[in-house]
């Protein structure tokens, strides 16, 4: 089951759960500052994009629409910025979940493509083991499984972890250089903050990205190749069927 849940009737539905689609995958994306050569909405294409790759590898799963906005205050004094509450993603999620779980769905997957998301996700998972028990929630984002999956990928391309960088570095313009090329402005691409996260971490915390990092890139962006960024997805869905076959987890790239 790969189509778009949005781009399907409720016929098409009904009879897809009632032949055992009963697994809901939900991209979460953001809206936020991806340096000065990728667009705002770069988490949710990934989001999206990962989603749906997903989809073509597990049985019986319904792709939702991408929220297209998730928390980001981290990202405060770039222009562009939209954002939730960590308390207001958390509720979008546990209401779309309630409804899903009247029509069928037994387990939702969450995807999510931004690291920042990661609070939310935590207080949606814990009100919807509270208040829905017979459905399985998922989280799929972040996490040492996928960055180890990513990793790996550069590690074996002679890219080091300093230059792929968690925000709009060489991982995620590699990325965005196989997904949607026309989007990228690879001639305003530059290298950010190099530093290591337990470095500027107690900064990123206490006053945001723009802290570090006067363009907003965390690595360096010059690095990026749209074949390593096609394999840095299939990484990923690796690392995320290996999760869903083994139980829960979730880091990355944001
Ligand atoms: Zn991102």
New binding site residues.
């Given amino acids: 089951m790969t189509r778009p849940m949005a781009e399907m009737t409720w016929p098409e539905v009904a009879d897809a759960v009632a032949a055992g689609a009963t697994t809901l995958i939900l991209p979460l994306g ?1 809206n ?1 500052q ?1 340096g000065p050569h990728l667009p705002l909405g ?2 949710s294409y ?1 989001a999206e994009a990962l989603a749906d790759r997903l989809a073509r590898v597990i049985p019986n799963a319904l792709v939702a629409p991408t929220l297209p906005i998730g928390c980001s205050d981290e990202h405060h004094g770039f222009a562009g910025l939209l954002g939730l509450e960590h308390d207001t993603l958390a509720g979008v999620i546990v209401d779309c979940a309630r409804r899903a779980a009247e029509w069928g769905v037994r387990h939702l997957v969450v995807v999510s ?2 690291g920042g998301n990661a609070d939310a996700l935590e207080i949606a998972a814990l009100r919807l083991a509270h208040d829905l028990p017979n459905l399985r929630v998922t989280v799929l984002g972040g996490g040492t499984a996928l960055a180890d999956a990513v990793l790996a990928v550069a590690a074996a391309d002679g890219i080091p972890a300093a230059a792929v960088g968690l ?2 570095g060489e991982g ?1 313009t590699s990325e965005m250089l196989a997904l949607r090329p026309d989007l990228v402005r690879m001639n305003r691409a530059t290298a950010g903050c190099r530093d290591g996260l337990k470095d500027i971490m107690p900064r990123l915390r206490r006053d945001g990205l723009r802290s570090v990092t006067s363009t907003g890139i965390l690595g360096d962006a010059t690095e990026a190749c749209p074949d390593r960024g096609r394999r840095y997805l299939e990484a990923e869905i690796k690392a995320y069927r290996d999760i869903l076959r083994k139980g829960p987890a979730s880091g990355g ?2």
Avoid: F
């Fill in positions: 953001a936020e991806h770069t988490d990934r493509a931004h925000h709009a995620e790239l944001s």
